[in-house]
């Protein structure tokens, strides 16, 4: 059956089974008749209520569960919900689904098919839906942070501000346009124009240089380099706490790039372990080696375990001195730090966060998708006229509005939101 925007759809939208109790939901316009024919009598709105569950087409019971019903349009889809608490095994959760979407016009929602309702109803826009993404991704506090405050409405209500901003002055100017009047006493008028204009083109750049949130879905990369043997991989297990990668007294033990997920101090960081660097025949050490190289280059910070007059040049290196607890000739520089004792962990962990804060969003800060940074740029592009006359300021404003009108998810942004729910939990 072709899947319709008509449909009522059906999903499990708490986690994986079995489990103490599962949330399956329905929405759509045949929500409550369903939920009737299977639960009885609904509850009164926003009341959970128990109900015994049976099948309707032999009322043979299904589960006991509780049973709560959101009419329609003020839900989270902005359409009939009902919603099933039902015991959490896979017998049941099937059983439920199976019986509901048997029903005609009723099918299993596809991933992000909830929330795609919700953002058609008007009841979030794209970047709400865009940071819901991103909560539900979010491992680390700084994650979950930032992606509330999207979610919420803390970029949309900025962008929303500027489109506003944008049809006054689009109205404005229209209206200057067409007025034929006194040079003189309309010439104060089109100045105000065109320093609003301008007013705008700064806004825009005040946007576009917000942080990105990229670095916060990926973790920060911190690329571990350094000789053979200089206790890399040894530091990478003490960060993360356990051990993830090999260790060994043997020169050149990692060979390939190895990338350790860990949060510290609630900022997720990607640990990158490298090929330990030193002349080889080895062909595939040569290839790590090279990789190493490479990783280094691409790297947000750069951990320097070894010779300081050897660290390659990068803008944000951080210089260890590994294996401190045999160091004995100690000349200062850098951060000593022993994997062996966990002398000097602190240290490095605190250096670590403070070059984080100028790379992902702080916590009052709200950060730009790349989409939405490119994004942006465009509006700033269209909005790089430098014109006295008001038509012309008129057509950069007009196409200024499509593009940001595209950022709340106006116009075309199928798309967008292809890519966006394709990441979504189903159920979501
Ligand atoms: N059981 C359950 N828990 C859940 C959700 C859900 O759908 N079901 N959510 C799913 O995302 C989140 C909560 N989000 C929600 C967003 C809006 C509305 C809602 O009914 N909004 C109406 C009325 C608000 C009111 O007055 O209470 C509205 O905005 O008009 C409900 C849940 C997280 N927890
Ligand atoms: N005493 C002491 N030994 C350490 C410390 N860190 C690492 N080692 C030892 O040094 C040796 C090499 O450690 P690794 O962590 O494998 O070094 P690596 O830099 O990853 O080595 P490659 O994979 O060869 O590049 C191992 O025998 C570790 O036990 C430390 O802080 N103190
Ligand atoms: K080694």
């Known amino acids: 059956m072709e899947a319709a925007a008509s449909d009522t759809i059906v999903a499990l939208s708490s986690g994986s089974l079995p489990a103490a109790i599962a949330v399956v939901r329905m929405s759509g316009p045949r929500a409550p008749e369903v939920a009737e024919a299977i639960a009885g009598a609904l509850p009164a709105p926003r009341t959970a209520s128990l109900r015994v569950l049976r099948d309707p087409s032999d009322a043979s019971p ?39 979407t048997s029903v005609k016009g009723c099918r ?43 979610a919420r409405g803390g970029l949309h209500d900025e962008l929303a501000s500027l489109l506003e901003k944008l049809v006054t002055l689009s109205a404005r100017l229209e209206a200057a346009i067409d007025y034929v009047g006194d040079e003189e006493e309309t010439g104060g008028q089109d100045d105000a124009l065109r320093a609003e204009f301008a007013a705008i083109r700064d806004k825009v750049d005040e946007l576009i240089a917000k942080p990105s949130v990229e670095p916060l879905r990926e973790g920060i990369r911190v690329v571990v380099g350094g000789p053979t043997n200089a206790g890399k991989s040894s530091l990478i297990n003490k960060l993360a706490g356990s051990a993830r990668v090999i260790v060994s007294d043997i020169h050149g033990t990692t060979r390939d790039l190895v990338e350790i997920p860990v949060s510290i101090g609630g900022v997720p960081f990607t640990l990158v372990d490298t090929a330990g660097l030193r002349e080889s025949d080895d062909t595939i050490e040569q290839i790590g080696i090279e990789l190493a190289g490479q990783a280094q280059r691409d790297a947000d910070i750069l951990l320097w375990l070894g010779d300081p007059d050897q660290m390659p040049e990068h803008p944000r290196a951080i210089l260890v001195r590994s294996k401190s607890d045999l160091d004995e000739t100690s000349d200062g520089t850098g951060i000593a730090v022993s994997s062996k004792t966990g002398d000097g962990l602190p240290s490095l962990m605190a250096k670590l966060t403070e070059l984080a804060r100028g790379i992902v969003p702080t916590a009052d800060e709200i950060g730009l998708s790349d989409w939405q940074a490119d994004t942006l740029r465009v509006v700033r592009e269209t909005l790089d006229v430098h014109s006295e006359d008001l038509a012309i300021l008129a057509d950069s404003v007009r196409s200024a509005r499509v593009s940001v009108g595209r950022l709340l998810g106006a116009g075309d942004v199928e798309d967008v939101l292809d890519r966006l729910f394709g990441k979504f939990c189903l159920g979501k």
């Open 62 to 100: 299904i589960d006991e569960a509780l049973v709560l019903h959101f009419p329609a349009p003020d839900t989270a889809t902005g359409e009939e919900i009902v919603e099933f608490q039902c015991h959490g095994s896979n017998a049941v959760v099937r059983k439920l689904i199976d019986v509901m």
């Open 108 to 150: 299993l929602a596809q991933p992000g098919e909830f929330t795609r309702r919700a953002l058609e109803s008007g009841r979030v826009d794209l970047t709400a839906a865009e940071g819901l993404g991103d909560l539900l991704a979010a491992e680390t506090e700084a994650q979950r942070r930032s992606a509330l405050r999207i």
